[in-house]
């Protein structure tokens, strides 16, 4: 407990920082709306929202056009193919609903895996976006492929247009994939996404950072209509405004975080709104600002979901994902084959065969820091 606290103070500081600039700019907006109170928290997303379209001119009808479902699968396929040398190819299969698609998935001519696309919503589906293994890989007694399912939400459409967060999303589900796909261990109940709670998310937040790479979304990010690849101008747009209004996003998850972990080791003995108003209190909580999920609905911890303790460890996985991306731009080459062989033998092939500490650290050669993680979230000073 004493190491998560620490991690989420370390990060807790510059965020709140970064919130409580960006709550002035905010409060002049609001005066100069001839509003005289306060910024409340009701107030933050609306000026907020109006500060980005001032700052950055970003529309999201602007980006969809250059997103089209096909193209961005095309992209993944593209990235895994470059870093780790599998080939997709499409294969008719009598699957559970006639959107699915599947591929077969190759590596120097052999058998890795059987790929299952299910991508877009409907009334029988539930929501958000997750990656299922029908088959999990194994060595025992037999060697056995996996069949690993992508489920996604988007909306039907010819085309079917993506946002950049729907981007990110196919991305960060396929990295949880090729995790399955690439599982090389003994045991089917240690394969593939078979790891601890706080490493899960490892392969998969890491896999985002390819999805907007710019020689990628020059290559695959194509408009629907007139074929003409998404601009240089537009690119740096859409990564400026990646990091637009980090403080706030950072610190309402931060503070959720924090009061689970108080919880969970100092277990409050008297009204829970009363403890969880002493944590904020102490912490120093922005009054402009809310936690992601107050308490009473804060299902995540009190709902089974396996996250009693361990809400922070979205963060923690993002300072590794963070931190494990760092080693391809050291050597200012993302897609280094040696690079992407030691990642796949050292993290994506072990599945929980390994301690997860002992697999990052072959990776990058020690245990991960901080630092690449504030600075992609922009809030490094």
């Known amino acids: 407990p004493d190491n998560v606290r620490d991690l989420l103070m370390n990060v807790w500081e510059p965020a709140k920082s970064a919130a409580e600039r960006d709550a002035k700019i905010l409060s002049s907006m609001l005066h100069a709306d001839g509003i005289n109170d306060a910024l409340q928290t009701w107030d933050w997303r609306y000026y907020a929202e109006q500060r980005r379209k001032a700052e950055f001119d970003l529309d999201e009808a602007e980006i969809k056009p250059y997103f089209e479902l096909s193209n961005m699968i095309n992209a993944s396929f593209h990235v895994a193919g470059r870093l780790f040398g599998l080939k997709f190819e499409p294969i008719e299969l009598d699957l559970y609903h006639p959107d699915c698609k599947s591929w077969r998935v190759t590596r120097d001519d052999a058998d890795v895996a059987v790929f299952i696309g299910d991508y877009f919503a409907r009334g029988s589906k539930r929501s958000g976006a997750w990656c299922s293994a029908m088959r999990s890989q194994t060595n025992y007694p037999s060697p056995e492929i996996p069949i690993v399912v992508n489920v996604c939400n988007f909306a039907k459409g010819d085309p079917c247009l993506l946002s950049t967060d729907d981007v990110r999303t196919l991305f ?10 690439l599982s090389n261990v003994t045991y089917r109940s240690l394969s593939g996404t078979s790891v601890a709670r706080d490493f899960v998310e490892l392969p998969s937040q890491l896999y985002e950072h390819w999805a907007m790479l710019p020689e990628i979304l020059k290559q695959f990010a194509r408009h629907v209509d007139t074929d003409e690849s998404i601009s240089d101008a537009l690119i740096e747009r859409i990564g400026q405004a990646a990091t637009y209004d980090m403080g706030f996003s950072t610190v309402e998850y931060l503070a959720s975080a924090i009061v689970d972990l108080e919880y969970h080791t100092n277990v409050p003995n008297d009204d829970i709104m009363a403890a969880q108003s002493r944590v904020l209190d102490r912490i120093g909580m922005p009054s402009e600002i809310t936690m ?8 995540h911890v009190f709902a089974g979901d396996g996250y009693s303790a361990g809400y922070y460890s979205y963060m923690w996985s993002e300072v590794m994902d963070a931190d494990a991306f760092a080693a391809f731009e050291e050597i200012e080459n993302p897609f280094d084959a040696d690079l992407a062989r030691k990642l796949e033998n050292t993290v994506l092939s072990k599945g929980g065969s390994v301690e997860p500490d002992v697999l990052f650290t072959q990776f990058r050669g020690r245990m991960p820091g901080i630092n690449a993680l504030l600075q992609g979230r922009g809030l490094a000073t």
Do not use: S, Y
């Open 292 to 299: 992601r999920h107050a308490t009473p609905h804060f299902a």
């Open 172 to 181: 960060h589900e396929f990295g949880h994939a090729l995790h399955q796909m």
